[in-house]
Structures are given as C-alpha cells and as structure tokens.
C-alpha cells in the first residue's frame, strides 16, 4: 500500500532534498514514515522547516533522522503544554458555570 505525499509536504522536501541529494536520499521515506506514525502534516512541515533553516544558518546535522524526529516529539509536547495551560485557565470558569447551575438546580 503506497502512501502519497501532500504536495506541501512534497514541496518542502524537495527543497531539502535539492541541497544534497545523496544526504538526504532517504527524507521522502522519513515523511512517509512520520505519515504512517500518525503525525500531522502540520508537524511534519514543521519539523522540515526547521531542518531547512538549520541547514541554511548553522552547520550541517550529520544525523537527520533522529533530529527531525526530535522536533517532531518536541514541537508535539509543546502543543500539548499550551493545550494543558489553556485549560488551566478555562478549566474554573467551566467549574463555575457548572457549579451555579447545580446550586440553582437544587432551589
């Protein structure tokens, strides 16, 4: 069963790839891989993205695999430290409005 590539996805590859195509010979099956991890394009592009800026501004990363695997974990977790913080905060007034309505129930 062959897994297609977003166009997105595609574009923003090739643009790595086009650097150094023995390097990077391998970066469409790290997408497919990630696809069928069930990542989000979104993390996904990403993650790319910040592999292309790395390679444009800092010295080369001789271990791409793992490193992008490493945004995609961290760029998750951060995700999730917004989404929990979010809650946090909406989480009383939630708690508020249920509590009123219990209390308005019971009269």
Do not use: C
């Amino acid at each position: 069963m062959a897994t297609r590539v977003d166009s997105e996805l595609a574009e923003a590859g090739n643009r790595i790839y086009q650097r150094d195509p023995q390097r990077f010979n391998k970066l469409v099956v790290w997408i497919v891989w990630a696809l069928k991890h069930h990542w989000d394009k979104p993390q996904i592009l990403f993650a790319l993205n910040a592999l292309d800026r790395r390679e444009n501004t800092g010295p080369a990363i001789a271990d791409w695999w793992p490193w992008l695997t490493r945004v995609l974990e961290w760029n998750r977790t951060r995700e999730l430290v917004r989404e929990n913080n979010a809650l946090k905060t909406e989480m009383p007034n939630h708690v508020k409005v249920l509590m009123k309505r219990m209390f308005e129930d019971l009269r």
